[in-house]
């Protein structure tokens, strides 16, 4: 069963730093090159500043985790969004599916609750566009390269 919630410990926290690094070290970019010691600092502090920070549990283990910060992603829309920075799961098939779904739709209860009226999320990982299939199924936009979710408290 897959289950979001807040993060208990650093332990956790470093269960979450290693999902991060087994996905970068599989889709490595030459041009992003991704330091250790840099990656870790940044991951000891998410939890602390994000907006939004949960994680993916499946099986009693932590196999996943999102953050997502409130922003403003256009400097000419006075609009705030709640915006995923980062998506990392261990997960594969059918599971990562119900994984990426029930993170995205915990970040959207979470933005109704808060009164925010716009999400955002994306995936800069070669998946094929299959994280924008899904999302896309589960009521997600797709607009250029961003996904949108408009919750009730939107208003033009």
Request: overall charge positive; charged content about 25%.
């Amino acid at each position: 069963m897959i289950a979001i919630r807040k993060i208990k410990n650093n332990r956790e926290l470093l269960t979450c730093l290693d999902i991060t690094k087994d996905a970068f070290e599989k889709y490595h970019y030459k041009c992003l090159p991704i330091v250790p010691s840099l990656c870790r600092k940044e991951m000891m502090q998410l939890p602390h500043k994000a907006t939004y920070f949960r994680v993916v549990e499946h099986g009693g283990r932590v196999v996943g985790w999102m953050q997502a910060d409130l922003t403003q992603l256009c400097t000419y829309s006075p609009k705030k969004v709640l915006s995923q920075r980062f998506y990392h799961t261990s997960l594969k098939g059918i599971s990562a599916v119900k994984a990426l779904l029930a993170v995205h739709r915990d970040m959207f209860e979470f933005a109704e609750r808060r009164k925010i009226e716009v999400l955002s999320t994306g995936s800069y990982l070669p998946n094929k566009e299959v994280y924008q299939r899904i999302l896309i199924k589960d009521g997600w936009v797709l607009d250029g390269g961003l996904m949108f979710k408009i919750t009730k408290y939107w208003r033009p």
